[in-house]
């Protein structure tokens, strides 16, 4: 096992306990959100301009929490709360990013976001809401415990990685 490996195992235990996807930076000039999974992202990342947006914003953050050395919570351009979680084993050194969810205030929103994002990038306003409807809604507790729950995965795998490297 690579310790690839083990953060790719990470990224299935996390996304089958809570629902969330993620995705692993190594590098900012690698930064490819296109490849995000999510529902939400990929069809607001059929706007070229979107995509542009949503790739300026992941960079920022993946070297805020690369520099701060913990985990960043940020709402991203589409106002998706995401977080970002640095990883550093010796030599090793990465950013896990979370797909993003919704605070229930946000969906009281959803027809001011779906104007917003309809204009804002050339897309179907239903289209919109109808991902609003689709997207995880978390409570602020719920959140943490999730971060935490990341955080608390990636050193079980870490650890499970070094004892069988031995």
């Excluded at 296109?34 to 949503?54: D, G, H, I, P, W």
């Excluded at 953050?61 to 589409?78: M, W």
Aim: one cysteine or more.
């Amino acid at each position: 096992m690579t310790i690839q490996e083990a953060l790719k195992q990470t990224m299935e235990d996390y996304r089958a306990l809570t629902g969330l996807r993620s995705y692993l930076i190594t590098e900012s000039g690698e930064i490819q959100s296109a490849s995000e999974r999510n529902y939400f992202c990929k069809c607001l990342k059929v706007s070229s301009q979107a995509l542009k947006k949503c790739e300026e914003c992941t960079g920022e953050y993946f070297e805020a929490a690369r520099g701060a050395q913990k985990e960043c919570i940020y709402s991203c351009h589409a106002g998706l709360i995401k977080w970002a979680v640095p990883v550093n084993d010796g030599e090793y050194h990465c950013v896990i990013i979370s797909e993003g969810i919704l605070a229930k205030r946000q969906v009281e929103d959803a027809d001011q976001w779906a104007d917003y994002l309809s204009k804002e990038y050339d897309l179907s306003k239903e289209m919109i809401k109808r991902n609003f409807e689709i997207v995880t809604t978390m409570n602020e507790e719920q959140m943490n415990a999730s971060i935490k729950l990341l955080k608390d995965l990636i050193d079980y795998h870490l650890a499970i990685y070094h004892a069988q490297a031995k």
